[in-house]
Every structure is written in structure tokens, then in C-alpha cells.
């Protein structure tokens, strides 16, 4: 038995499988795709870097000892199973032996990129490739699993935002040496190999890549999380922000690095040490006792605001008025007061309404805000009234609180024989005027037109609407006294206005005003100047003024004009508001007066200067009682040369006599 040619045949062919199943198996050892370490998230567990997965997969084929003869060829397929259980090509490269034989030209192992479009998303992947040598001999190399996963926790939204315990953050609910419990909102793709990184950063400047922020939490999300989890953040690492307005963000990375896009930022304010408090009720000077008029409006609105306790420098204030708010909020400064200006004006006529009539008690509140953080609010009431006799078409009017209605049309001057319109001559010295206006088409008793000629109202021309003598849209015509005209002087575009007064209501409209050439007046005489002041038009300043606060006053060189021993007398008004445009407005009891003898060696007739002074009485007077400490001053002298008193050109400049906290430094 022991020599059976069967068992002997049988022992033959297992030793010869053996022999070559062992040959197979050294052949393949050296046929193993390789992959580079860094390319792997986890070598052992075969998982692929996602994030480096972005430009496709590079694997790497080993030389073969047995090349072909000179000028043939051996061919390399790479196959990739993607997890769908098909071999897919997807690289394929031909090996060609020199004509004088020696190595391949290829560098080995041989570098093949697989196009990242032929990658799984997430999927458990096999490589293999087979050498077709020039023998038309396959050879199949070993296969290669890895783990390609490309998705990221929440694939590609932006996670959750994160919760706090409170949206602003302080020494009471974030001491010093605590920390910050942080909820993580769960997600359905968590795996306990996730981790989670948590930044601090500014919100006036949040990066579109996190990665350079501050770090304040790096670490696993805690088990499980596909429910909300809480992880702590020491207190320290967010208080070392100091007081900001601050948004976190996280990002999750999964075992493959595949970071999540950036989270849902989780807005916060950070306000540490002593926090704003004791605020002090707003003030509106001109509604107090009120009511607040369109006039008022005309010369600015503003709301004063008293420092309140714990000022911190970058504290801001947002005014609202009734129900608006007025934009931008602003930077309370280290000051006792501060003042906020109402604009745009016109919010304050649209939260009166369209329909109001009378008074209507209007709510004025700020807050104040710290990083964000919103103190207050502290609030009080005041009395609004912009009723008018006509309403106002459009709505709101354009140019409010510009008083002047569109439909109270500009008037009509003719001189005293009816020979010239809008225009006035020496012919027509000594002699009234007519001015004719059309009654409004929604007059009624007792409406009051009053004309002014240039801003001065006259008295003599004042009407009261009869319908039992008037007719609404007719015209109407008044007299201007001789008086009124000498006392506005030469003017080629002297304005004259009319306005418009109904009882009970409490502001008055304007006409359109209508420019009148005035040359009426005898004797002209240029006008008064400040030799300190180049540009009246502009905003002249504390350097204006003498040391002791006078402002000089030059009058001009008359020779020609007067004589010597002729008396001149010189005013110097100060007055309310700075825009050259509007009518006078005298500051009221404030009044420089002075006469002149022309030929004194004091007062030449070439010419002279002069202060007026004191400062305290005469100069002052334009700090204290203009809201925006901006003025104008207005300056004239007068002939009288026995039958009138002529008047010079006059000469108006703004005024702004302060500095930017107070008014200007006097020398006693």
C-alpha cells in the first residue's frame, strides 16, 4: 500500500499546488498598491484623508523584476470598486522598454492619480490593479480596501448654532475662574470619533476660515450626540476678550478630518466690570413747557441726555422719537450732557401724523449700549403741536420745516402809480407800495394774513379773511408804507412774503416770497466790515476776536460820500440761528449802539476801525443763546441828512464764537 501509484499520484499534484501556491503568493507580496501615510486619516483602520481627497487619489504601483524585451510593452489597468460591487478602470498606463534595454523610463513605484470624481462620497473602496505583459499574461496584484469618506458632519450645511445660558455675558453669569456651559445642538450623523472646535471672534470682523481665530474649546463631542450635549469652557479664555460684541462658531471634524462647514453664528456680548445704571429721564429744552412748533424745528431739534453711572468709553446711545428710531446710534463721550440731533427732521412730523390736530403728547426714550448690550429704556413725554391752517400736499411736504406752503403763491409789488411791477426806484422814493396776494382757497373767518417786507412784518397791511367782504382764491391787495421800504434799504432781491395765522392753531405758513428790485433809497453807502473775518459766509472762530473778546469793525473810506463833521451811527446785532438765508432774528435786550463824527482823529472819513466790546454783553450773547452756538451778527450805520435816516449796506456774517466744549478762552 505504501507504494500505491494512486497515493503517490495524489502526493504529487498537493506538493506541486503547494509549490506553486506558495510561488503565486511571493509573486503578489510584491504586487501591493501603496498609499502614503499622510494620505491616510487612520492607516491601520484604512481610512482615507477626506479633506486631501479634494484633488483625487494618488496610489503608487511597485516595480516588476521581469521586463519585456527592447521596444515592448507591459500594461497597467488600476480598477477601483467604489462599493457598488463593479470594477471600474480608472487609470491605465503603458511601460515601454528602451530600444538598448535597461530599466523602465518610469520612476518607481509609479505614481496613478484616481480623478476624484470617480470617488465614493463615503464608502469602503478595493484597488487592485493587473499587468498585461507583452506576452498577453495577466497578472492580477493584491487587493486594497480604505474607507473613502468625504462628508462631513451635517454634509455640508452649516451646523446649529450653539446655546448659551444668556446672550450677554457678565462678571454675574461669567465670574472670573468659572466657566461657560456651552450646549452643542445635536445632529443625526454624529459619530463618537467627532470632534468639535469652538472660536471667539469679533463681530465686526468674522473670518471666512475660523482656523486663525481664538480657540476656546477643542476636544470630542460628548457621547451622545445626536441629542444636545454640554461642554465647559473656562471662563478666562472668553473674559481675556474683554468687552465685545463677539459671535461663537464652531466646526465639527469627523474621523477622516472632514471639517463641517462653519456653524450658525451665536451672537454675544461680553460687558465686564460695572454696567450702566441711574439713567436720567431724556430732555427736550424747546418742548419744555412746550409745545414743540415747526419754528422750533427750524432751528434744530435736539435731545440732551445727562451721563448716567459706570460710563464706559464706547458706549453708544440710540435715541427714539415716538416710535422711530434715530439713526445712527451714537458714541456717548465723556462728557456731563450730550446731545443728539433729531434727523431727519421730517420723522419727527411723521410720527405727529397727517390727521393730528393740537397738541399730541409724543414719547422721547434712548438706551444705552454696551457692545451690543442694551440698557434702559428711560423715557419721557412732550408736547408736539405741528398743526397748520392747510394741510399739507405731498405727504410729508419736501422740505419741511421749511414753513413755506405750496399753495400760498407768491404776491405781487407794484410802485405807488402802478407804472413798475416787483421793482422800485428813485422815483418812487418817499411813496407806499402795493403788494397784492391771493386769499389761500381754504380761507375762513378770521384767518390773519400778515405781509412782511424784507422779514420785517407791516403792521398796517394785516388782514383778517371776512367772506362777507372776501372771496376765497381772489386777489388782495394791501399798502406798504413809505417807512417799511426805507428801513429795508436798497436791495436787488429784497424779499417780501406773506403769512398765513388761523386762531387755535399754532403755526403759521408762508407764501413763495417775491423778490423785489429795490432803488429807492438816496444815498448809498457800502457797507460796514469785519477786518477779522475774510469770509462771512463761512464759520468764523475764537481767532476773530480780539484777546479780550471785542470783534473789530471797520468802517469803509466815504470821501465822496459824506463830509467831514457829518455824524454817522453805528448798530451791531447779534442774532438767533446761522443761516444767511432766513430773516433776521435778533437776540432780544442785545444791541451794540454807537455814534461817529467822521473828520475826529478817532474816526477819519477814509475810514476807521473799532471794537465792540464788551464781550460779555455784546459777543456772548451769540454762545449762549443759539441751541448749536452758531449765529449770525449783523452790522449797518446810518446817515441822517435831515429829511431821513439812510441806511448803509448792511453786512451779516456767521458766527461760531466756541470751541469744541465751551465757548472761546477770554483774557480779562
Known amino acids: 500500500m505504501a507504494n500505491d501509484p494512486n497515493r503517490l499520484q495524489r502526493q504529487k499534484a498537493s506538493t506541486d499546488y503547494l509549490r506553486m501556491r506558495n510561488q503565486h503568493r511571493a509573486n503578489m507580496a510584491d504586487m501591493v498598491i501603496e ?26 504601483i511597485p516595480s516588476w523584476p521581469n521586463l519585456p524585451p527592447p521596444t515592448e510593452t507591459d500594461k497597467v489597468t488600476l480598477y477601483l470598486d467604489n462599493g457598488s460591487g463593479r470594477w471600474d478602470e480608472v487609470g491605465y498606463h503603458e511601460f515601454t522598454r528602451p530600444v538598448g534595454g535597461g530599466p523602465l523610463p518610469e520612476t518607481f513605484p509609479f505614481a496613478m492619480t484616481i480623478d476624484t470624481n470617480a470617488l465614493p462620497d463615503d464608502a469602503t473602496c478595493i484597488l487592485k490593479y493587473i499587468n498585461l505583459d507583452y506576452t498577453d499574461w495577466e497578472t492580477e ?185 434715530i439713526a445712527p446710534d451714537l458714541d456717548f463721550l465723556n462728557m456731563l450732557t450730550m446731545e443728539v440731533p433729531v434727523r431727519p427732521a421730517v420723522l419727527m412730523l411723521e410720527e405727529y401724523g397727517q390727521t393730528t390736530t393740537g397738541t399730541k403728547t409724543t414719547a422721547v426714550s434712548y438706551q444705552i449700549f454696551r457692545k451690543g448690550r442694551p440698557f434702559g429704556p428711560e423715557s419721557a413725554n412732550f408736547p408736539v403741536n405741528f398743526e397748520v391752517p392747510i394741510p399739507w400736499v405731498p405727504w410729508p411736504p419736501v422740505d419741511w420745516p421749511d414753513p413755506v406752503h405750496p399753495s400760498l403763491l407768491a404776491g405781487e409789488v407794484k410802485n405807488f402809480d402802478d407804472s413798475r411791477t416787483n421793482e422800485l426806484t428813485r422815483a418812487d422814493k418817499g411813496q407806499s407800495a402795493k403788494f397784492t396776494f391771493t386769499w389761500h382757497a ?135 440761528g446761522d443761516d444767511l438765508g432766513s430773516p433776521d432774528n435778533p437776540i432780544p435786550g442785545v444791541k451794540f449802539e454807537k455814534d461817529f463824527v467822521l473828520g475826529d482823529s478817532a474816526s477819519p472819513l477814509t475810514g476807521f476801525d473799532f471794537d465792540v466790546t464788551p464781550y460779555s454783553t455784546y459777543i456772548k450773547p451769540l454762545y449762549d443763546l443759539n441751541p448749536d452756538r452758531r449765529g449770525r451778527a449783523k452790522i449797518q450805520y446810518f446817515f441822517n441828512d435831515g429829511t431821513e435816516e439812510v441806511g448803509s449796506a448792511a453786512l451779516v456774517t456767521r458766527t461760531a464764537f466756541h470751541t469744541p466744549a465751551d465757548e472761546c478762552p477770554i483774557t480779562p
Request: net charge negative; glycine share 8%; hydrophobic share 35%.
Open 35 to 60: 498609499i502614503k501615510d499622510e494620505d491616510y486619516a487612520d492607516k491601520t483602520a484604512g481610512l482615507l484623508n477626506g479633506p486631501k481627497l479634494i484633488d483625487g487619489l494618488t496610489v503608487y
Open 141 to 325: 496584484s493584491q487587493q486594497t480596501t480604505v474607507i473613502c469618506d468625504r462628508l462631513p458632519p451635517y454634509k455640508h450645511i452649516p451646523p446649529s448654532e450653539l446655546k448659551l445660558v444668556a446672550d450677554y455675558l457678565d462678571d454675574d453669569n461669567l465670574p472670573a475662574g468659572g466657566n461657560l456651559n456651552v450646549t452643542v445642538p445635536g445632529y443625526p450623523d454624529w459619530k463618537p470619533t467627532d470632534k468639535i472646535a469652538i472660536y471667539l471672534v469679533d463681530a465686526a470682523a468674522i473670518p471666512e476660515d475660523p482656523s486663525d481665530a481664538e480657540l476656546v474649546f477643542f476636544d470630542n463631542v460628548p457621547a451622545p450626540g445626536v441629542n444636545d450635549t454640554t461642554v465647559q469652557i473656562p471662563a478666562d479664555k472668553i473674559r481675556a476678550f474683554g468687552d465685545a460684541e463677539c459671535v461663537f462658531l464652531y466646526v465639527l471634524i469627523d474621523a477622516a478630518q472632514n471639517p463641517s462647514a462653519v456653524s450658525v453664528h451665536k451672537a454675544v456680548g461680553l460687558t465686564f466690570g460695572p454696567l450702566p445704571e441711574n439713567l436720567k429721564p431724556p430732555k427736550v429744552p424747546q418742548a419744555d413747557p412746550g409745545p414743540l412748533l415747526i419754528e422750533d424745528v427750524g432751528r434744530g431739534v435736539s435731545v440732551w441726555i445727562d451721563k448716567y453711572d459706570n460710563w464706559k468709553a464706547g458706549d453708544k446711545v440710540r435715541v427714539t422719537w415716538g416710535g422711530t428710531e
Open 442 to 576: 381754504t380761507a375762513i373767518n378770521d384767518d390773519v394774513v400778515d405781509c412782511f417786507w424784507d422779514g420785517t412784518p407791516v403792521t398796517e397791511a394785516q388782514v383778517t379773511f371776512d367772506d362777507s367782504v372776501h372771496t376765497a382764491g381772489d386777489p388782495h391787495t394791501v399798502t406798504i408804507p413809505w417807512s417799511y421800504i426805507k428801513a429795508g434799504g436798497n436791495d436787488k432781491e429784497l424779499p417780501v412774503h406773506y403769512q398765513v395765522h388761523r386762531p387755535g392753531v399754532e403755526n403759521d405758513l408762508h407764501s413763495a416770497p417775491t423778490d423785489v428790485d429795490v432803488n429807492a433809497i438816496a444815498v448809498e453807502l457800502p457797507a460796514a466790515s469785519f477786518p477779522t473775518i475774510s469770509d462771512p459766509t463761512g464759520y468764523p472762530g475764537c481767532r476773530t476776536l480780539e484777546p479780550d473778546g471785542a470783534l473789530k469793525v471797520r468802517i469803509p473810506d466815504l470821501t465822496g460820500l459824506l463830509n467831514s463833521g457829518d455824524t454817522i451811527r453805528f448798530v451791531f446785532i447779534p442774532m438767533i
